[in-house]
């Protein structure tokens, strides 16, 4: 029988390609690969015509990342009720999709807060509205470490030596650059100080492919190989210059894991009213975080570390498109703040899905639309120039939830192309309908995924 165990996958992909023609005969002075030169960075050739990361010439800033940085508690809280903030709006752009949905909008605020350290002008101010970032952009970066480092250190908090319990948490961030593309040194300092990214030479001119190999091999060994294949043929192409990933792979168990001998085929009445046949969990008789509230029930279910957990809100029957019509930042924060421990006899069903999105429309509506313009975009923080615009934010995410906990992955891809109180008798919870979900950092208030069931 397979562990307990839950595993969250974020992946930010930037694809940065230059507007101009190709100059094959610029061939700037290759340079150390330990830090910058002059004010950018001249990288070396790749050597290798497979893709193997350890072939890979490695371009590290001379600011290594800052484990230790100097930010006060409320700009990581004000940052994470950015990103909460993000997380609600994001969804509301795409909630009049079909069927259910899975997305990582931490991971999409990752990948765009790293392109945000080359944007400019309108369009830094664009993407900053569009993200909900009500914070200086300098502050951004400093916040997004601190942040991060925080979600890092709650592994440190798993307790539980259950036979066969796991809990794993990792972080990860990287460049890819072409190799004889001159990058502003302040940018990739930037990422390496608050990111931990050091940049990969790759040669994306000649070898698009290889490029696309190394990126996926990197991908799939950050994820424990629960994504292959990220990026498909043809996406990154000779006019690629850069591409950005951060990746994030968790691993635990549910503190109070479902017993299999309770499941139980049994009916879930679909958005329509019509009725399917699920496997429906039960957890019976558990002190958890609960809330009635009008037209609507919440509930938390721990991981391993306590401060790691999934978020249900259930409405009632025929009440979900009310319910998720109004949920915003203000009745999210008054609903977690307002949980309770009850005893709970909770039945869900088991669900097992993946939702492809184009970010584009919704960022643009968000407020993001110079980036995406070819006479609007400034992205010249990352190269001088003013030649660059993101084409494409593709996003991908995948989720499993059953008796042992949960499974999520997700990828996002931003190309940048041509101008990225204990009651005595359990509270009775039978999710046998449509239902939202969150996957939360408890103490920082952070969204890793979000969701909905509508057909399990």
Same mark, same amino acid.
């Given at each position: 029988?397979?562990?307990?165990?839950?595993?969250?996958?974020?992946?930010?992909?930037?694809?940065?390609?230059a507007c101009?023609?190709?100059?094959?005969?610029?061939?700037?002075?290759?340079?150390?690969?330990?830090? *910058?030169?002059?004010?950018?960075?001249? =990288?070396?050739?790749?050597?290798?015509? @497979?893709?193997?990361?350890?072939?890979?010439?490695?371009? @590290?800033? /001379?600011?290594g990342?800052?484990t230790?940085?100097?930010?006060?508690?409320?700009?990581?809280?004000?940052?994470?009720?950015?990103? $909460?903030?993000?997380?609600?709006?994001?969804?509301?752009?795409?909630?009049?999709?079909?069927?259910?949905?899975?997305?990582?909008?931490?991971s999409?605020?990752?990948?765009?807060?790293?392109?945000?350290?080359?944007?400019?002008?309108?369009?830094?101010?664009?993407?900053?509205?569009?993200?909900?970032?009500?914070?200086p952009?300098?502050?951004?970066?400093?916040?997004f470490?601190?942040?991060?480092?925080?979600?890092?250190?709650?592994?440190?908090?798993?307790?539980?030596?259950m036979?066969?319990?796991?809990?794993?948490?990792?972080?990860?961030?990287?460049?890819?650059?072409?190799?004889?593309?001159?990058?502003?040194?302040?940018?990739?300092?930037?990422?390496?100080k608050?990111?931990?990214?050091?940049?990969f030479?790759?040669?994306?001119?000649?070898?698009?492919n290889?490029?696309?190999?190394a990126?996926?091999?990197?991908?799939?060994?950050?994820?424990?190989?629960?994504?292959?294949?990220?990026? *498909?043929?043809?996406?990154?192409?000779?006019?690629?210059?850069?591409?950005?990933? #951060?990746?994030?792979?968790?691993?635990?168990?549910w503190?109070?894991?479902?017993?299999?001998?309770?499941?139980?085929?049994?009916?879930?009445? $679909?958005?329509?009213?019509? /009725?399917? $046949?699920? @496997?429906?969990?039960?957890?019976?008789?558990?002190?958890? &975080?609960?809330?009635?509230?009008?037209?609507?029930?919440?509930?938390?279910? *721990?991981?391993?570390?306590?401060?790691? =957990?999934?978020?249900?809100?259930? *409405?009632?029957?025929?009440?979900?498109h009310?319910?998720?019509?109004?949920?915003?930042?203000?009745?999210?924060?008054?609903?977690l703040?307002?949980?309770?421990?009850?005893?709970?006899?909770?039945? &869900?069903? @088991?669900?097992?899905?993946d939702? #492809?999105?184009?970010a584009?429309?919704?960022?643009?509506?968000?407020?993001?639309?110079?980036?995406?313009?070819p006479?609007?975009a400034?992205?010249?923080?990352?190269t001088?120039?003013?030649?660059?615009?993101?084409?494409?934010?593709?996003?991908?995410?995948?989720?499993?939830?059953?008796?042992?906990?949960?499974?999520?992955?997700?990828a $996002?891809?931003?190309?940048?192309? =041509?101008?990225?109180?204990?009651?005595?008798?359990?509270?009775?919870?039978?999710?046998?309908?449509?239902?939202?979900?969150?996957?939360?950092?408890?103490?920082t208030?952070?969204?890793?995924? &979000?969701?909905?069931?509508?057909?399990?």
């Amino acid at each position: 029988m397979n562990k307990s165990f839950i595993i969250l996958v974020l992946i930010g992909i930037l694809f940065v390609s230059a507007c101009q023609p190709l100059q094959d005969d610029i061939s700037p002075e290759i340079g150390s690969t330990t830090g *910058p030169v002059t004010d950018s960075y001249p =990288v070396a050739e790749p050597t290798d015509q @497979k893709g193997d990361l350890q072939m890979l010439n490695f371009i @590290k800033s /001379e600011m290594g990342r800052e484990t230790n940085p100097n930010v006060d508690e409320d700009l990581i809280k004000a940052l994470a009720n950015n990103n $909460t903030a993000f997380a609600l709006v994001f969804y509301d752009q795409i909630r009049n999709e079909e069927g259910n949905i899975i997305f990582s909008p931490f991971s999409i605020s990752l990948a765009l807060s790293m392109t945000l350290a080359g944007a400019e002008a309108a369009t830094e101010e664009g993407m900053l509205d569009a993200l909900q970032i009500d914070l200086p952009e300098e502050d951004v970066h400093p916040a997004f470490n601190a942040l991060m480092l925080a979600i890092e250190e709650s592994q440190n908090q798993s307790v539980s030596e259950m036979a066969g319990s796991h809990f794993q948490l990792n972080l990860a961030n990287s460049i890819w650059g072409q190799a004889d593309f001159d990058f502003n040194t302040a940018f990739l300092d930037t990422l390496a100080k608050n990111y931990g990214a050091g940049l990969f030479a790759v040669d994306f001119k000649q070898n698009p492919n290889m490029a696309r190999l190394a990126i996926n091999d990197w991908v799939a060994e950050e994820t424990g190989h629960k994504i292959e294949d990220l990026i *498909p043929e043809g996406a990154i192409n000779a006019f690629t210059r850069l591409v950005l990933a #951060n990746a994030i792979y968790f691993k635990g168990s549910w503190m109070y894991p479902f017993n299999e001998n309770l499941t139980i085929e049994s009916p879930f009445y $679909t958005l329509d009213g019509s /009725e399917i $046949t699920a @496997k429906r969990m039960r957890l019976l008789g558990k002190d958890l &975080m609960y809330k009635r509230g009008e037209n609507y029930q919440a509930v938390s279910l *721990p991981y391993l570390s306590s401060d790691f =957990v999934m978020t249900l809100l259930v *409405p009632d029957a025929g009440a979900f498109h009310e319910v998720e019509g109004q949920l915003d930042q203000a009745m999210l924060e008054n609903i977690l703040s307002s949980l309770l421990y009850e005893k709970v006899d909770l039945e &869900m069903p @088991k669900f097992d899905f993946d939702t #492809n999105i184009n970010a584009n429309d919704p960022l643009i509506a968000l407020g993001m639309g110079d980036a995406f313009n070819p006479d609007g975009a400034d992205f010249s923080g990352i190269t001088g120039d003013e030649s660059l615009m993101i084409t494409d934010v593709l996003h991908k995410a995948t989720v499993t939830v059953d008796e042992e906990g949960t499974e999520a992955a997700a990828a $996002t891809a931003v190309i940048v192309g =041509v101008k990225s109180a204990m009651p005595e008798e359990p509270i009775s919870l039978i999710i046998d309908r449509p239902f939202m979900f969150m996957i939360r950092h408890q103490p920082t208030n952070t969204i890793l995924f &979000m969701g909905r069931v509508t057909k399990p």
